[in-house]
């Protein structure tokens, strides 16, 4: 079974702190990985994408991907309590269409 | 934000009873998907289309089926609804498959309730 495993939280950061939210992903054969941001009884909506090993920067997020660990995170710098949400990390596993999820982490940025 | 809607937005239903689902999207995207979302779960996937009248399974098929007889809207029918299929249903489109480059988008969701 093609999985990703993110931890549930809550993870707590202080206003101003970088947050870490991580995953790992147990099928080797991934390209992609994406991260989505989603509020309490909202939609999933695209934060960041990265498709090779290393670090892509898009504002206030850094997204890393280590292919050999299968190992993908989501870095938030200066957090704002805006950014309180659940964060989903999602990869098309086992060769297949669509997207397999993690069941997300609940991140909440204390003023 | 992408163009993609869905209806009913809420529903509730009782155990038995058919029910369908629609998604309609603006952007012409060939790839359309339908995931549902419960607590402990997270989002998974129950069935995808790659094109009008193509469709597969997903992680998650039982007790459900699909139909797209046009590019903007992708169909899913419950026959029989059961209490296990309480959850939130979200459509997703994307230009092209999951194992490419490209973005999975995805439409504001159904909220079902079956009694």
């Known amino acids: 079974q093609k999985e990703v495993e993110q931890n549930s939280g809550p993870l707590s950061v202080p206003e101003g702190a970088i947050a870490s939210l991580n995953c790992t992903y147990s099928?080797?054969?991934?390209?992609?990985f994406f991260w989505y941001r989603q509020y309490s009884g909202k939609s999933p909506e695209l934060i960041m994408s990265?498709?090779?090993?290393g670090d892509k920067e898009d504002g206030r997020f850094t997204a890393q991907l280590n292919k050999a660990s299968q190992y993908v995170s989501l870095l938030i710098r200066d957090s704002q309590p805006s950014d309180s949400a659940t964060y989903l990390c999602?990869?098309?596993?086992?060769?297949?269409?669509?997207?397999?999820f993690g069941k997300g982490t609940h991140l909440i940025i204390q003023p | 934000d992408a163009g993609i809607t869905q209806s009913p937005r809420h529903k509730v239903t009782e155990t038995g009873t058919p029910v369908t689902l629609r998604c309609h999207q603006t952007?012409?995207?060939?790839?359309m998907y339908w995931y549902r979302q419960d607590p402990g779960h997270g989002l998974r996937l129950i069935h995808y289309?790659?094109?009008?009248?193509?469709?597969d399974k997903g992680e998650v098929s039982d007790g459900y089926s699909v139909s797209r007889s046009k590019t903007e809207d992708f169909l899913l029918t419950l026959e029989s609804a059961t209490s296990s299929q309480t959850s939130v249903y979200f459509c997703?489109?994307?230009?092209?498959?999951?194992?490419?480059?490209?973005?999975?988008?995805f439409g504001p969701g159904t909220r079902l309730t079956v009694l």
């Open positions: 997703a489109i994307s230009r092209t498959s999951g194992l490419g480059t490209d973005t999975q988008y």
């Open positions: 099928d080797r054969v991934s390209q992609s």
């Open positions: 990265i498709y090779s090993n």
């Open positions: 999602a990869g098309p596993l086992g060769g297949a269409d669509g997207l397999t």
């Open positions: 952007e012409n995207h060939r790839y």
């Open positions: 289309s790659y094109g009008v009248k193509d469709t």
